[in-house]
């Protein structure tokens, strides 16, 4: 089996600076692998470059073999790629459950020439988004606030809609950034199981995240990135116990 992602010598340079250099690293389908390392390591940026929305200076994305280099960002999630963003980013003003619509529409096979030329089909994909915002707003236990407006939940269940979000478009690769910032412990222990659960769908999961206990608790296999390199990679014990990642990681946030 082919990897699902497979990341082959990547570098980006913004300005002078190369905030990406040189990393490689593969996600087999099914796994929850995280990408850790301190602020600024480039996490974000590697998530940017994989969902398309800066193309690297040099190196190759593939998705299940197929080169996405550079791909314009709908054409990713139409690949079977979804996301998070690290601030959230929702419509405030609109129902929990049209935030989830539109994150349907990202991989609907109607356009707006769909929308005009084939009225029929349309419909019924019409059906088949409302059906999946539902099934989406359930797996993370929003589907009794559907008709809420985003800008009232809470902080912890905008980062469940987001989620949500990702998922209406069905990805086969979720990648999620920093879900669990600003929860607390109990939403926390939710926002894991609920991964989890993700993640037995059949879902595989690509996650940056600080919380150590959290990425421990979780991940089948961890990226350290430090100033743009990967510095370690391994099981999270292989990783917990790796002096460099101590020194460089786990050492500055004691500090
Ligand atoms: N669009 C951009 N323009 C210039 N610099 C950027 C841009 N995006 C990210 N960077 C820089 O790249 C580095 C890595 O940032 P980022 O990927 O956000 O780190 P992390 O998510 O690991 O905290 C930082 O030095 C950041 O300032
Ligand atoms: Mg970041």
């Not at 998530?47 to 709908?74: C, H, M, Q, W």
């Not at 089909?121 to 929003?142: F, Q």
């Not at 743009?228 to 004691?254: C, M, R």
Request: glycine letters at 10%.
């Amino acid at each position: 089996m082919p990897p699902l992602l497979k990341m082959e010598n990547i570098s980006i340079v913004f300005g002078g600076l190369t905030a990406v250099e040189s990393i490689s690293f593969e996600v087999e389908k099914g796994r929850i692998v995280s990408l850790i390392g301190p602020n600024g390591a480039g996490k974000s940026t590697v998530f940017n470059i994989i969902s398309g929305i800066y193309s690297p200076t040099s190196g190759s994305v593939y998705f299940l073999e197929k080169d996405i280099t550079g791909d314009r960002a709908y054409k990713i999630t139409g690949y079977g790629i979804a996301r998070t963003f690290q601030n959230i980013r929702l419509f405030k003003n609109l129902t929990v459950a049209d935030n989830v619509r539109i994150g349907c529409h990202s991989r609907s096979r109607a356009g707006f020439m769909g929308a005009v030329l084939r009225a029929g089909r349309v419909k019924g994909e019409e059906r088949g988004i409302t059906d999946r915002a539902k099934e989406s707003l359930a797996v993370v236990g929003l589907a009794d606030k559907s008709e809420d407006l985003a800008k009232n939940l809470s902080y912890g269940d905008q980062r469940k809609l987001e989620i949500a979000r990702a998922l209406a478009s069905s990805p086969e690769l979720l990648l999620l950034d920093e879900p669990a910032a600003g929860m607390n412990a109990g939403e926390k222990q939710g926002l894991m199981e609920m991964i989890k659960a993700i993640s037995h769908m059949g879902v595989t999961i690509l996650l940056v995240e600080h919380d150590m206990k959290f990425v421990m608790g979780i991940s089948d296999h961890i990226i350290v990135l430090d100033y743009g390199q990967i510095i370690a990679s391994g099981t999270p014990e292989e990783v917990q116990n790796d002096p460099v990642v101590i020194e460089a990681y786990l050492g500055k946030e004691a500090d």
